[in-house]
């Protein structure tokens, strides 16, 4: 079931999905496990067959979500070279593409404030006491 929701997702829901870790000293500096992958971003590959190997991000492919990394280049047979797609689960962010200044103000915005005590005084209203009506008794009149 969830590889058909992720196959039947639109293209928004699915590239928020191709997000990544971040390094030890990116988690500690924005208090951020993770982040979505973006052009530009400096990543370290840590499985497979190109592990070790550090890059920046050319470019991201929503439907295999996967990243093309710069220096990863694969040889055709008739010469010619092309990027190996890597999946983002399998690289960790170790540099931010600070671009995007609404990405860095989110990433710096994480803390949130303690919870205020919600200490809203109402003013008293005045409760006046209701008159009690008591209902009259009617008497039947039986005829014999």
Same mark, same amino acid.
């Given at each position: 079931?969830?590889?058909?929701?992720?196959?039947?997702?639109?293209?928004?829901?699915?590239?928020?999905?191709?997000?990544?870790?971040?390094?030890?000293?990116?988690?500690?500096?924005?208090?951020?496990?993770?982040?979505?992958?973006?052009?530009?971003?400096?990543?370290?590959?840590?499985?497979?067959?190109?592990?070790?190997?550090?890059?920046?991000?050319?470019?991201?492919?929503?439907?295999?979500?996967?990243?093309?990394?710069?220096?990863?280049?694969?040889?055709?047979?008739?010469?010619?070279?092309?990027?190996?797609?890597?999946?983002?689960?399998?690289?960790?962010?170790?540099?931010?593409?600070?671009?995007?200044?609404?990405?860095?103000?989110?990433?710096?915005?994480?803390?949130?404030?303690?919870? /205020? &005590?919600? %200490? =809203? !005084? #109402? $003013? +008293? *209203?005045? @409760? /006046? &006491?209701? %008159? =009690? !009506? #008591? $209902? +009259? *008794?009617? @008497? /039947?009149?039986?005829?014999?």
């Amino acid at each position: 079931m969830r590889n058909q929701q992720n196959y039947q997702a639109f293209q928004q829901i699915r590239s928020k999905r191709i997000g990544t870790n971040m390094s030890k000293q990116l988690r500690q500096k924005y208090t951020h496990r993770s982040i979505r992958v973006v052009t530009g971003d400096t990543v370290k590959v840590v499985r497979g067959e190109y592990k070790g190997i550090e890059g920046k991000v050319t470019k991201i492919i929503i439907d295999k979500s996967s990243v093309a990394i710069e220096g990863i280049k694969k040889e055709k047979l008739k010469g010619g070279k092309f990027d190996v797609l890597i999946h983002s689960s399998n690289v960790i962010i170790t540099s931010l593409n600070t671009d995007d200044k609404w990405r860095v103000r989110i990433l710096e915005n994480k803390d949130k404030p303690a919870a /205020k &005590p919600k %200490t =809203v !005084v #109402k $003013p +008293k *209203t005045v @409760v /006046k &006491p209701k %008159t =009690v !009506v #008591k $209902p +009259k *008794t009617v @008497v /039947k009149e039986v005829h014999k």
